[in-house]
Structure formats: C-alpha cells, structure tokens
C-alpha cells in the first residue's frame, strides 16, 4: 500500500473514531428512544426499574405541574414539564398505545416514569400511564 492510501485509511478511521464519541449514543438506544411509546409499562430494555419508578399516582396538582408517586411504599414528588411526554399503555387491552395528557394522570394509576435525571428523580422525562380495563 502507497502512504498517501495509508494517510487516507488513517484519517477514515480517525474520523470514524471521532464521530462514534461524539454522537456517543449507540443506534439501539436511539431507536429505542423513538419507540418508547409503544413499550408496556416495566418492559423498557435496560431502563425499567433501573431508570424509571413504576407505582400508583397518589394525587396531582396540575396546576404546579407535580404529582407524587407511590412506589413499594416510598412516596415521590416529580414535576412535568412542557417537554414530559404522556404516553397511554393500552397492552394489556391488546391495543396500541396512545398519546396522552396531564388530564389522563389520574389518582389510582398505575405508571411508569422515566426521570430527566435518573440521580434526582425529580422531573419527569416520559410517563406511561396505564389504561384501565373497561
């Protein structure tokens, strides 16, 4: 191989190197992130229970944008914010899910919360709210 091909293979790779730590988020997690939606509650890969709470809203104030979680009897606080995406999970109806709203966190649901920052646990991220049997 002549050097100005090596000098060119050398700089792929580098480039290549580059890009891969600056996207930093492998393909699978993007596409996972689009397709959050349509997961049942507590069957996120590598995010259920790890990065999420999965429990019963206690109460709302939608008026402060928060409303508090039971989960295995530790009560939480978490906020919604504009960006916080409301899911409806309609699994267990046999049915796909739907996009939801403040209106749909109701006391007595069962939810599952992804947090902005999963230290904090303090703003939720997504919420999937399951959808009660008729």
């Known amino acids: 191989m002549n050097v100005a091909r090596r ?9 290549l190197g580059v890009a891969i730590v600056l996207v930093g988020v492998p393909p699978g997690a993007r596409a996972q992130k ?8 507590g069957s996120s890969p590598g995010l259920s229970k790890k990065y999420t709470s999965i429990g019963t809203i206690e109460n709302l104030n939608a008026r402060d944008g928060l409303f508090t979680i039971s989960e295995a009897g530790i009560r939480r606080s978490i ?16 049915l796909p899910s739907l996009d939801g709203g403040t209106g749909d966190l109701q006391p007595g649901r069962r939810i599952e919360v992804k947090y902005e920052n999963p230290v904090l646990r303090q703003v ?9 049997s008729p």
């Open 34 to 41: 689009s397709t959050e939606q349509y997961i049942p509650i």
């Open 7 to 15: 000098t060119r293979m050398r700089w792929l790779a580098c480039a």
């Open 79 to 94: 906020r919604i914010t504009a960006k916080t995406r409301i899911w409806l999970d309609r699994s267990k109806l046999k």
């Open 124 to 132: 939720a991220d997504w919420i999937k709210v399951e959808v009660p």
